[in-house]
């Protein structure tokens, strides 16, 4: 069944990898609380979209929406509004979004992490002052969160994805685990990998595109697409273009 899984007819290297026709997909990376930028990305992709004509247009969020820079409530509340308007638009989740959602919960191990790894950024764009924060010890803070984020965030992100795949590629948070059917893959690693994903140069089932791994520019290394330029200190926010066999970059960079 592997040997039928990994055959060399079901694993089209990047440069044969197509999108079904008629439809245009754009999957955004990285974002950890830039709403700035995600705004200005947006028009650069509705402008993008109108200029290429009619398609079945669809916008894909990579994860990591939250943490590290000062908007991560403003980021949901854009992405909210988007796919109330747009409808067509997915949201994959992040291990930034797996520990937000832990956080949420009020445990205060998961809040402890949370605030190491950027979470200090998002709980302060909700409704706290530095004061109030200062003055919470990592119990108290916990016990604060359930309360601080609202509910409609929580439930937005709880219904995010871990997989999407469309035509010849797979959308992932940060990659997949080698030699790994795609259906079979795990959610944590789906969200947390890395050197082990990166290390591998054999095609997978599908040409990956995905964020997590920080990098100056976008890299194509045949089996895959990484698109996390890191936005929250570089300015510069980033987002795949896909119709038929034909792919383009878009970011906010000068």
Partial sequence: ML????????????????????????????????????????????????????AKSEIIFLGDLVDRGPDSAGVIETAMQLKQDLGDVRFLMGNHEEVYLKAAEGNEKAARFFNRIGGKETILSYDISIKEYMELDNEELAARLPDLF???????????????????????HAGVRPDVPLSEQDPKDLRW??????????????????????????????????????????????AIGLEGD?????????
């Fill in 150 to 172: 609202p509910a409609s965030h929580v439930a937005f992100i709880n219904d995010f994805e871990d997989m999407i795949i469309i035509g010849d590629y797979a959308f992932v």
């Fill in 3 to 54: 040997k039928r899984l990994f055959s060399k007819k079901s694993r089209r290297p990047l440069d044969e990898a197509r999108i079904p026709e008629g439809r245009r997909v754009y999957a955004i990376g990285d974002i950890h609380g830039r709403n700035d930028l995600l705004n200005i990305l947006l028009e650069k992709i509705v402008q993008d979209d109108a200029d290429r004509g009619d």
């Fill in 193 to 238: 990998i890395r050197e082990e994903f990166l290390a591998v140069r054999k095609a997978h089932e599908k040409v990956i595109i995905y964020g997590h791994t920080i990098n100056d520019d976008v890299v194509e290394a045949g089996n895959r697409i990484g698109i996390d330029t890191g936005a929250y200190y570089t300015e510069k926010l980033t």
């Fill in 246 to 254: 034909q792919r383009w970059y878009i970011d906010t960079g000068a």
